[in-house]
């Protein structure tokens, strides 16, 4: 997550110091810069208080986690297998994803998450421990949170990070 002010550095950085811009050109580079920054502050907001929406799909193979998603999330629909994954995303596209990337022997979500990619999830986390699969699926799913399992608890209707 970028905050703020490297984005202003960021931004200072990267502006040639020998070109002679004009009056136009300059306020056009101050407008550019003010938009970049608050894009990056809204997008933090955003992150740092994502918010489980009404359907709730989890793909997820493990029976440990699976229960601990259930007891989190007693309404959510799980997909234990692409197939499950698909056959939800027909009837109908989720407000809330939750996306594991290894599942069972030389099985993936990457086709769950094209389809999701054509029809998108309001708020889609990756929360796989494998970092190049979640990564494959981010790459997929540009909008998704990864957040590892581990990594976060869910209370009520947010997702918060969980205390060490």
């Not at 799909?57 to 698909?86: C, H, M, Q």
Request: net charge neutral; charged share 20%.
């Amino acid at each position: 997550m970028l905050d703020v002010p490297q984005v202003a550095q960021r931004c200072e950085a990267t502006a040639p110091r020998e070109l002679h811009l004009t009056p136009r050109m300059q306020s056009r580079v101050r407008y550019f810069r003010h938009i970049a920054i608050h894009a990056v502050a809204r997008d933090n907001r955003a992150m740092a208080n994502p918010t489980i929406r009404e359907t709730v799909l989890v793909v997820e193979d493990s029976e440990t986690r699976i229960g601990w998603f259930k007891d989190r999330l007693p309404s959510a629909l799980i997909a234990s297998n692409p197939v499950d994954a698909v056959r939800a995303l027909t009837s109908g596209t989720p407000d809330t994803v939750f996306l594991d990337f290894d599942l069972g022997p030389g099985l993936n979500s990457l086709g769950v998450a094209s389809m999701l990619a054509d029809a998108p999830a309001r708020l889609c986390i990756i929360h796989s421990a494998n970092e190049d699969g979640a990564r494959e699926l981010a790459k997929l799913l540009p909008g998704a949170l990864i957040l590892p399992y581990a990594s976060f608890e869910i209370a009520g209707n947010s997702i918060q990070p969980r205390k060490a």
